[in-house]
């Protein structure tokens, strides 16, 4: 069987007065992705959407319709009427679960779920090698293995409430940071703004630290959005597109953290869920988490040549080969 060939789509979005150009899109997409890719020009959430002169088969398209099956022409433009939430920020919101910590993916059986037309996947990761560029802060080192780490909820915890940056960082951060260091080399990957994730990296004292030092850092610009039968329409930070740009990290010798295991859905076997931290004032004196990683870390990157070979979601149970002989016998 051949590989579904996608073609890539642009729609100008006509709304309240003005034109927003929707680039990101394939003829294998369907009309609820083009919704979200709307939402995120215009803040108008999906529900709001009503796409006047997108039709098929003589009436609205309809969520599940693909793009490709309406033959719409390039540059099409697409009316559309949508009211704002009164709540900007919650209108700009990307999944409606996002300030959620728990309960996300956490079904094993949900990781087993297919993406469909993996192909048009593929193809939305071709594109961002091709165009996001990636800000070297130093780099790479020949024969380090590539951490990426979330920041929130994973580093440190961005909602409560705190009279410095001190209170709000994960404990352990730094020892956690400068013990990686010496086997991996670090990245951070955000679904926000750069301008935000450097603020962060300030904020916790990460970007000036003289123990060690970031590769590089990643925003949600690096993003791509997928459907999920389960969770619909959602964005992850697909591995495959630092790999495209760095050929010296790989499945292999790459390991991503985060709070939330649907950013990793496109690279399962890389990810490693973290367990969340939120309620810093609560939790900051008994939070080991970060300890118990750096273990891992260092245990893996000594004796597992290949992370393919690795189960994350056992990482607390994990023993180097050489400890499991030593231990039978």
């Known amino acids: 069987m051949e590989p579904q060939v996608s073609n890539e789509i642009k729609i100008i979005v006509k709304w309240s007065g003005k034109e927003f150009p929707i680039e990101d899109l394939t003829d294998q997409d369907t009309v609820a992705v083009l919704k979200h890719e709307i939402c995120k ?51 700009a919101s990307k999944p409606d679960d996002v300030g959620t910590v728990i309960n996300d993916l956490d079904n094993d059986d949900d990781d087993k779920v297919p993406l469909e037309n993996k192909e048009i996947y593929l193809a939305k990761i071709n594109k961002r090698v091709r165009e996001y560029k990636i800000n070297e802060l130093n780099p790479p080192r020949e024969g380090k293995r590539l951490l990426v780490l979330d920041i929130d909820y994973t580093l440190f915890d961005h909602r409560s409430a705190a009279e410095n940056g001190s209170e709000l960082m994960r404990p352990y951060l730094h020892e956690f940071l400068t013990s990686a260091y010496q086997d991996y080399d670090i990245a951070i ?25 970031l590769v590089f850092m990643l925003d949600s610009e690096a993003m791509i959005t997928v459907h999920c039968p389960i969770r619909g329409v959602i964005e992850v930070k697909p591995l495959g597109v630092i790999w495209g740009k760095y050929e010296q990290y790989s499945s292999k010798n790459t390991i991503m953290f985060d709070d939330l295991r649907r950013n990793f859905l496109m690279n399962p076997k890389s990810g490693l869920r973290i367990k969340p931290f939120a309620e810093a004032h609560l939790n900051r004196g008994k939070d080991k988490e970060l300890l118990k990683l750096s273990k891992y870390l260092k245990d893996i990157a000594a004796h597992c040549p290949d992370f393919n070979e690795l189960n994350h979601k056992k990482w607390e149970s994990y023993k180097p080969k050489k400890r499991r002989e030593a231990t039978d016998e």
């Open 41 to 91: 020009k215009t803040q108008v959430k999906p529900p709001r959407q009503k796409l006047l002169n997108l039709k098929y088969k003589g009436k609205f398209a309809t969520d599940e319709v693909r793009l490709g099956m309406m033959e719409l022409k390039p540059n099409f433009k697409l009316m559309m009427v949508g009211s704002l939430e009164a709540d900007i920020e919650e209108a």
């Open 189 to 213: 990957w955000s679904a926000t703004s750069m301008k935000w994730i450097v603020e962060k990296m300030k904020l916790l004292g990460v970007s000036s630290h003289p123990d060690y030092k």
